[in-house]
Structures are given as structure tokens and as C-alpha cells.
């Protein structure tokens, strides 16, 4: 690997995360201003959808990841990989500066742990052995212990879905985020599946015939489409600067560990570099525990006017001039509310 070559894949690489960093910030920009005209994203919404400004945030995203992937033919991945992480630099301080959202010392040395627990990783992480053929992908995919991963994947994120999310995705950020993180590490197998046989497909092995492909191409769309979706809530909902590094330290874990199990990546590893890799796992969770520690309250956005009030309110009510007395058996005196008749008609 020449100089030049380690040049190009270095610049790449930064644009890569320069591109993936700047498209959390146009994405929310673009959710702001489709819930401003309707549904937020957050309560089902999809408004978004018809937003410039999110597919402008797309499409940096797509650009993001060719940049990150043609980075990889001209430098090895132990440069390419840990410079991903500078997407959450720039996310978080894009998101400080455009967005107001303001990311505390804490939160930087949670951003400092994921970042230094992901270069652990990699730095020791084990060499790839490529499959060459896409039967031999499907003889991984269908080994037991992966189907084990899968389908407990599959069923987390059903139980996340349709039971937890509906009753506390806008109140905590784990909620959204792991469902991404879930279906993104089957993301990421399928796709690599898919990669794969295209590369052998070009050079002359056609893949395009097995059965096999076409499952791998179906899984990756529809974990993408997924994968997106909850993302689009996450952004929508909490904040920026929070959700970047978090979705990216749950995000790698949860890849290496299907990864792990699927190519069997520790298989044949010395003890040394395992343990180095748990202790880069144990440092990016670490991370993620200072950033949720001090995340700012988010206030969910309301989209009923006429939601119940809380039965712990002291009612004043003054009408000409008279101040109301209270009932004791109606509402607890926690809270003052002030209720002028003059804005009624």
C-alpha cells in the first residue's frame, strides 16, 4: 500500500464522516420543519417524506457511505474503520452550534469513550476470511447459533415495536434506537451478503441466479426501510447530539457481535486480542452511560390540545377580581395554575 494510496483512503474516509455527520443535522432540520406542517415524525407522521431538506440529508447520507465504501479499495480498514467515529464529532458540534442543542463536559468524554472503545475494537479486531460463493454465505447464515441470533433479534424488536414503543419511545431514547441498532447488525449481514455477490458477480461468477441472493437482497431493503424509520423517530424526538453516539456505540456492538457469530471473526484468536476487544466493548457502553446520564429532558411534542391535565394541580381561579377556593378532594396542592376568566369567551 503506497503512500498515496493511504493518502486518498484517509480523505476519504474524513469525508465520509464529514458527509454522515452533516446528514443527522439536515435530516433533523427536515423533520423540524414537517412537523411544524403536520404529524411529527415521532407519533407516526410522515411528512418528512415530502421534506427537501430530509432528502437533501439523505442523499449526503448515501454520499457518505460510497465515500466510505471506495474508501476501503485504497486503504486497509484499520485506518478507514475508526475514522466512521469522527461522524459523531461533527454531528455533535453541528448540532451544538445549528441547532442549540447544547452537548455538556460529560457528554464530551462520553463521545471520547465511544470513539476510543471503537478504535479498540478495531485495532484489534481479527482478519476477515471472505466467503466465495453465496451457498457458503447461506451455509453461515443458517448455522445454528446464527439463526439463534436472528431469531431472537426478530423477536426483541417485534416486543420493542408494537408493545414498548407505542407507550414509552417518546420517553426514552433506548427504546427507538435499540430497535435501529437491532436491525441494523442484520442490516449489515445481508448487505454484506449482497456485496459479495456482486463482487463475484463481476468478476465473472454469476450470482444473480441463486435463490439465495434475492432472500439477502429482500432481508437488506426491508431492515433498511425499518432501520430508517426508527431512526427518523429517534431524531425527531430527542436529542441530536445524544442520539448520534449512542446509535453509533449500540449500533457497532450489536454488528460485531453477529458478525462474530455468523463469520466466526474470533475463531483461531489469541487471548490477548479478545480481551482487548471486550475491554474496547465495555469502554463504548461506558461511553454510552455518560451520554444518557446527561442528556437534557426532552419535552415530547403534543399534537392534542385537549389532553387531561394531571390531577396534581392547585386550582386559583380568579373571576372580577375574586380568588376561588380549592378542593382538597379534587386536585393535590404539588402545582399553582392561575386561570384568568378574561381569556375565555
Known sequence: MTVSDNAKGFAL?????????????????????????????????????????????????????????????????????????????????????????KLQKLGVLG?????????VIVLHAPEEKTPSSVDEIWSLATQPAFLFYTGAAVAVSLVLMLHTAPRYGQSNIMIYLSI????????????????????????????????????????????????????????DTFNTAVVSPIYYAMFTTLTIFASAIMFKDWYGQDASNIVSEICGLVTVLSGTSVLHSTREPDLPTCTDPYTPLSPKIYWHIRGNGDIGKYKDDLLSPDFITVVQQDYFT
Open 180 to 235: 435501529c441498532s437491532i436491525i441494523g447488525s442484520l442490516t449489515v449481514m445481508s448487505i454484506k451478503a449482497v456485496g459479495i455477490a456482486i463482487k463475484l458477480t463481476i468478476e465473472g461468477i454469476n450470482q444473480a441466479g441463486y435463490f439465495q441472493t434475492w432472500v439477502f437482497v429482500m432481508v437488506a431493503v426491508s431492515c433498511i426501510v425499518i432501520q430508517l424509520n426508527y431512526l427518523n423517530k429517534a431524531l
Open 13 to 101: 474516509a474524513l469525508s465520509s464522516s464529514a458527509f454522515i455527520g452533516a446528514s443527522f443535522i439536515l435530516k433533523k432540520f427536515g423533520l423540524r420543519r414537517a412537523a411544524s406542517r403536520g404529524a411529527a415524525a415521532g407519533f407516526g407522521g410522515y411528512g418528512y417524506l415530502v421534506e427537501p431538506l430530509w432528502w437533501v440529508g439523505m442523499i449526503t447520507m448515501i454520499f457518505g457511505e460510497i465515500a466510505n465504501f471506495v474508501a476501503y479499495m485504497f486503504a486497509p480498514a484499520v485506518l478507514v474503520t475508526p475514522l466512521g467515529a469522527l461522524s459523531i464529532i461533527v454531528s455533535a458540534v453541528l448540532a451544538h452550534f445549528l441547532l442549540r442543542e
Open 111 to 119: 463521545c471520547i469513550l465511544c470513539i476510543v472503545g471503537s478504535t
